[in-house]
């Protein structure tokens, strides 16, 4: 009864102005059809943008609904080679800004029980627009001074050096577009009743309103068609997900966009550094002399993801070529007057060492259900040089303040030490990233 009089209270009212026509068009997700354009061609226009915004802003979604204590692998992803090892990064930009190159600047001071280095790394990242992304990096490094600035280009004390890298790394999906179109139909049908019933709402609380008068009086109603149920074709964007906040429509929008699909990850990295080594020469009335030397490195990863985002699964490469600095040592002479005299020093060239890597590696998140342990993982590499096998698997079950985990037991294998168990704390784990 009530529905009834506020349809016959709205038949009377005026025809919504144009701009309250697009406010509510804007509000309630709906598309303004062109008089000269048949609802049909519309209707499959909308459609294919809305596959194309779904595929670009999937990372959206991702953070909308992802599940407690497990990684979520985002869309976009930046492969690091030079450390073996890949980097999850999520990428929070529109549809429309997805789309376009991203650029980004980063400054990172990284310290261990060798050396400490400041690091300048810029970064070039694209979403192909449907499933898959690339990125190109810079990097520039240089130790940190012990006193004063640290400046990049100018080489410091003993041992100095300066490294730049270049790295290119990308991700890929395989999805169903037969899935897709299914998902859509059942996404356009949840979001249609949600839309219609908050019109509804709409007009039984007040029939004098924007968006009842848009309803019930706008013409463009009338032709429709059929399959449409009485409103027009609507907008499937995240905008309108987030809005309604429906889980089915969630879930759905997940489905689309392929979440669930495997995808592929991979990424090649070339390095080259220049390193001023100081030897000296035992009394000589020259002084020391100053060696330089030209370390480089290639190395390269690819792998694969499951479609449960639970497991990753990958090998790679690394070649390089390095330089390690003498131990000091003391040599010792006799004078004339048979005093001896004894000084102390790196008197030897610096040493070459060229490695060559060959590994695989899987990846985990522990089950639903297993207490303590988020992760783990299990790495062989085998060392060509040397002709060696190198195990090693860490476990994750320590979190650091900021409540992620990057420690816990490792265990590792070579042919020097044999077996080796030792608690580690480390780089964050992450299903496509860690240490």
């Known amino acids: 009864m009530i529905t009834l009089l506020a349809l016959a209270a709205s038949v009377s009212l005026a025809p919504a102005s144009v701009e309250e026509q697009k406010k509510v068009l804007s509000e309630y997700c709906l598309i303004q059809q062109p008089p000269n354009v048949a609802p049909e061609k519309a209707i499959a226009a909308n459609r294919a943008e809305v596959a194309q915004n779904l595929r670009t802003t999937s990372r959206r979604i991702d953070e909308l609904r992802k599940p407690e204590g497990r990684n979520v692998v985002g869309l976009t992803t930046d492969v690091s080679a030079a450390a073996a090892r890949r980097t999850s990064v999520g990428n929070d930009s529109s549809a429309e800004d997805v789309k376009k190159p991203q650029n980004a600047a980063r400054f990172l001071i990284q310290t261990g029980q060798a050396d400490s280095r400041a690091t300048i790394a810029v970064d070039r990242r694209t979403a192909t627009g449907?499933?898959?992304?690339?990125?190109?990096?810079?990097?520039?490094?240089?130790?940190?001074?012990?006193?004063?600035?640290?400046?990049?280009?100018?080489?410091?004390?003993?041992?100095?050096?300066?490294?730049?890298?270049?790295?290119?790394?990308?991700?890929?999906?395989?999805?169903?577009?037969?899935?897709?179109?299914?998902?859509?139909?059942?996404?356009?049908?949840?979001?249609?009743?949600?839309?219609?019933?908050?019109?509804?709402?709409?007009?039984?609380?007040?029939?004098?309103?924007?968006?009842?008068?848009?309803?019930?009086?706008?013409?463009?109603?009338?032709?429709?068609?059929?399959?449409?149920?009485?409103?027009?074709?609507?907008?499937?964007?995240?905008?309108?997900?987030?809005?309604?906040?429906?889980?089915?429509?969630?879930?759905?929008?997940?489905?689309?966009?392929?979440?669930?699909?495997?995808?592929?990850?991979?990424?090649?990295?070339?390095?080259?550094?220049?390193?001023?080594?100081?030897?000296?020469?035992?009394?000589?009335?020259?002084?020391?002399?100053?060696?330089?030397?030209?370390?480089?490195?290639?190395?390269?990863?690819?792998?694969?993801?499951?479609?449960?985002?639970?497991?990753?699964?990958?090998?790679?490469?690394?070649?390089?070529?390095?330089?390690?600095?003498?131990?000091?040592?003391?040599?010792?002479?006799?004078?004339?007057?048979?005093a001896v005299n004894c000084v102390e020093g790196v008197f030897a060239d610096p040493s070459r060492d060229i490695d060559a890597?060959?590994?695989?590696?899987?990846?985990?998140?522990?089950?639903?259900?297993?207490?303590?342990?988020?992760?783990?993982?299990?790495?062989?590499?085998?060392?060509?040089?040397d002709d060696e096998w190198l195990v090693e698997a860490p476990i994750y079950f320590l979190k650091n303040a900021e409540d992620k985990f990057n420690g816990g037991l490792k265990v590792e294998w070579n042919p020097e030490d044999q077996l080796i168990f030792g608690v580690f704390v480390g780089a964050d784990f992450d299903l496509v990233g860690g240490p």
């Open 357 to 385: 890597t060959l590994f695989g590696e899987i990846r985990r998140t522990a089950p639903k259900g297993v207490p303590f342990v988020h992760g783990a993982s299990l790495r062989v590499g085998f060392d060509l040089q």
């Open 130 to 338: 449907g499933f898959g992304s690339y990125a190109h990096t810079l990097t520039l490094s240089t130790p940190t001074a012990d006193e004063g600035d640290t400046r990049f280009g100018r080489f410091g004390d003993f041992g100095a050096d300066l490294r730049a890298s270049y790295a290119f790394s990308g991700s890929t999906r395989r999805f169903s577009r037969i899935r897709e179109e299914k998902a859509l139909a059942r996404l356009e049908g949840l979001l249609r009743a949600k839309i219609n019933i908050a019109l509804e709402k709409s007009c039984e609380k007040d029939p004098s309103s924007a968006a009842c008068r848009v309803y019930r009086n706008d013409p463009a109603f009338d032709r429709i068609v059929p399959e449409i149920g009485g409103i027009r074709p609507i907008k499937v964007n995240p905008t309108c997900l987030e809005r309604y906040k429906l889980k089915e429509e969630i879930e759905t929008y997940r489905d689309a966009v392929a979440v669930e699909s495997s995808f592929w990850l991979y990424s090649v990295e070339a390095a080259i550094g220049a390193q001023e080594f100081e030897v000296a020469e035992a009394f000589n009335e020259d002084g020391d002399r100053e060696e330089d030397r030209t370390p480089y490195s290639l190395s390269g990863s690819a792998g694969w993801v499951t479609k449960d985002q639970s497991t990753y699964i990958g090998g790679g490469f690394s070649w390089s070529r390095s330089f390690k600095a003498a131990s000091e040592k003391i040599a010792c002479q006799t004078d004339t007057d048979d």
